[in-house]
């Protein structure tokens, strides 16, 4: 299996960061494309790219559900490996994407994980959460999360027994793409800013 991707920021950069995308948009979205160039300016090289399913409706514009989980985690296992050398690797993504990666960042040596809005559970349904490997997670995590994200609000994941090497940075009113309301007084925008630069500052503590 042979994998695209898009590489933002300095080649020669101290830290490389790969994202995947979510379950329903590609690797270009606005917001995949937003934070790839956010870390870009900061100094960081950015690896972005997409799974089998989303690399097919590329080519001919069909929706398609994700790939079965075994096809993901191979898919993020060839792209760490194929992933020039870097001083330090973090490894990350939107939603799915992130999943993913957390299922895999034990085994692959890497310095970091952050998510983009974790998929805790399918919305409506609390009880079919996705956490037990995350209560005995390794690897320092950063999780962004929207304060009133179906799929993981803030009482939601209180009572979860996530593991010490998490943590989480809440965003307010933020859904699962961390859009708050409009009576909340903040803007997409803002929760976006306040993401990235809680990224920046979890990537700077990896390179010390």
Not at 120 to 149: C, M, N, V, W
Request: net charge neutral; proline share 7%; charged share 20%.
């Amino acid at each position: 299996m042979t994998i695209d991707v898009q590489t933002d920021g300095p080649t020669a950069a101290a830290l490389t960061m790969i994202l995947a995308h979510g379950a329903g948009a590609p690797m270009d979205s606005p917001f995949m494309a937003f934070f790839a160039a956010g870390l870009a300016v900061a100094g960081m090289r950015v690896v972005r790219f997409e799974f089998p399913y989303m690399a097919r409706r590329r080519v001919d514009g069909r929706k398609r559900p994700p790939d079965r989980a075994e096809i993901l985690l191979a898919s993020w296992r060839e792209v760490i490996a194929a992933t020039a050398p870097a001083e330090h690797l973090v490894i990350g993504g939107k939603s799915l994407g992130g999943r993913m990666a957390s299922m895999v960042v034990d085994q692959c040596g890497v310095d970091g994980i952050v998510c983009l809005g974790y998929p805790f559970h399918p919305p409506g349904k609390p009880e079919a959460t996705r956490i037990a490997h995350l209560a005995t997670l390794r690897t320092p995590t950063l999780i962004l999360q929207g304060e009133r994200d179906p799929f993981g609000d803030r009482e939601d994941v209180a009572a979860y027994p996530l593991a010490a090497t998490i943590r989480l940075h809440w965003l307010a009113d933020g859904d699962h793409s961390f859009k708050p309301r409009a009576a909340s007084g903040r803007s997409e925008r803002q929760n976006w800013d306040e993401a990235l630069a809680a990224i920046i500052a979890f990537l700077g503590a990896r390179q010390r």
